[in-house]
């Protein structure tokens, strides 16, 4: 499987535990690069350049690591066809690619770069689950508060 990586200033900590698992496994990495490290909110740049490659057809799944994990989720979960999980334990990771997760977030400031690397083993590993059906999104009406 081809899958594409990308770091924030903060996630580079965990790039070479990444890249390294990633080759053991025998995928094909595509680098995105380290963010500027002069730069403070760049998880929302490196979330998009993964998920481009990814709806471009140019990988897979994609992997992204920031401080936390979270904005990059959330940053990526904006684009039409991407589903992005900020994973901090292989259980989620595993269960998430199951789900459809195509875009794994991992958090530095939370992971050590073992434990990166397992949970990056356990996405890649697992397949997607032939039965499972993306919901659809739900219109959510304010709620009406009564005086």
């Known amino acids: 499987m081809r899958i594409a990586v990308a770091f924030d200033r903060r996630g580079a900590r965990l ?3 990444v890249i390294a698992e990633l080759m053991r496994q025998g ?12 730069t403070e909110a760049d998880y929302a740049a490196k979330a998009l350049a993964a998920a481009e490659a ?3 057809g140019i990988v897979e799944r994609s992997v992204v690591a920031s401080g936390s994990g979270v904005g990059a989720s959330f940053a990526a979960n904006k684009i039409e066809g991407i589903h992005a999980g900020a994973c901090s334990d292989t259980y989620t990771a595993q269960r998430g690619a199951e789900a459809g997760m195509n875009l794994l977030c ?3 400031d939370v ?3 073992a434990e990166a690397a397992e949970i990056v083993r ?4 697992a397949r997607r689950a032939t039965a499972f ?4 999104p739900v219109p959510i009406r304010a709620a009406s508060h009564a005086a």
């Open 15 to 17: 790039k070479s535990a």
């Open 27 to 38: 995928h094909e990495v595509l680098d995105l690069g380290l963010a500027d490290p002069q």
């Open 133 to 136: 059906v993306a919901p659809q």
């Open 111 to 113: 992971l050590t770069q």
């Open 54 to 56: 990814i709806l471009s």
């Open 106 to 108: 991992l958090g530095s």
């Open 122 to 125: 356990a996405f890649v590993t």
